[in-house]
């Protein structure tokens, strides 16, 4: 169980839900944050937690700290939404225990999302499920990027900032930015560019092929931030590949209608966006 930390609500709708796990006769884990507000013991940091299905409360930021946190990215995630919008998630609290009973009873369908791996020079890398942003470090210098798909070169350009997005993420930061909304089975990343000094439309590329991205200016610097989350500088000079991750999300879906996630409901300025990295 792992629940949006700095909202009550989230916490006790994330607490009746735990105490109904454990009423099963289900072995019941915690997240340890989460177990020491709410006095539950037992937690365990999601870097350790080790599950047959986890439920997340609170909105797509949960979702996203969850997805690249635990140790089995593809531990099924039944999420319930306690946020703005919830792209992410499929339920409504008040549906969070009889979801919880159809999983039991496995009325539930598995989707699969793909994930992108940012590899930094020294060979690190960080998976991501929406997205990851090349942004200045300095935030009144623009960036020059060399950027080459599959091994041929793409395009060199100034601009404020870069998303590598994936089709789940092509509905956050990079449709704010003049991106497409890719279906979540294509196997494709978009590109959006933040602010181009020459107009440069986003462009789709293949997942299959990996994106080479060169701070190409020697004075300056930037740096990477992959799901809001994961922040790591680069220095001038510096190359960072993208790709499709070995690993994916999976998420708990009903086939039958729950919650509402239809794009049209979101306005434009913020489609499917997620919550601060605090959530």
């Known amino acids: ?131 990851a942003l090349l942004a200045p470090a300095v935030p009144y210098k623009m960036m020059a990027l060399n950027i080459k798909v599959g091994g041929h070169d793409l395009v060199d350009c100034r601009a404020d900032g870069l998303i590598v997005a994936t089709p789940t993420g092509s509905t956050a930061h990079a449709f704010s930015a003049g991106g497409p909304v890719l279906d979540p089975s294509l196997d494709a990343f978009v590109l959006a560019f933040i602010c181009p000094v020459d107009p440069i439309h986003p462009v789709v590329v293949p997942a299959k092929k990996e994106i080479s991205i060169e701070l190409s200016n020697a004075a300056s610097r930037a740096s990477v931030v992959v799901d809001g989350r994961h922040h790591q500088d680069l220095a001038p000079g510096t190359s960072i590949l993208i790709k499709k991750s070995k690993h994916k999300a999976v998420f708990v879906r009903f086939d039958r209608p729950r919650l509402k996630r239809s794009l049209v409901r979101f306005p434009a300025a913020g489609i499917g966006r997620s919550e601060s990295a605090g959530s």
């Open 1 to 131: 169980m792992v629940s949006r930390l700095d909202d009550s609500d989230a916490l006790e709708t994330a607490a009746d839900l735990f105490s109904f796990i454990l009423s099963r006769g289900l072995t019941g884990i915690p997240e340890e944050e989460f177990a020491r507000l709410k006095r539950l013991g037992g937690g365990k940091p999601l870097s350790e937690m080790k599950a047959d299905l986890i439920v997340t409360v609170g909105g797509d930021g949960t979702v996203l700290k969850t997805s690249m946190l635990i140790p089995e990215s593809e531990t099924p995630i039944l999420a319930v939404n306690m946020g703005r919008r919830g792209y992410l998630t499929e339920v409504s609290p008040e549906q969070g225990k009889e979801a919880i009973k159809d999983s039991l009873k496995g009325k539930i369908r598995l989707e699969e999302h793909m994930k992108l791996s940012v590899v930094h020079g020294s060979g690190s890398s960080i998976d991501g499920l929406n997205e």
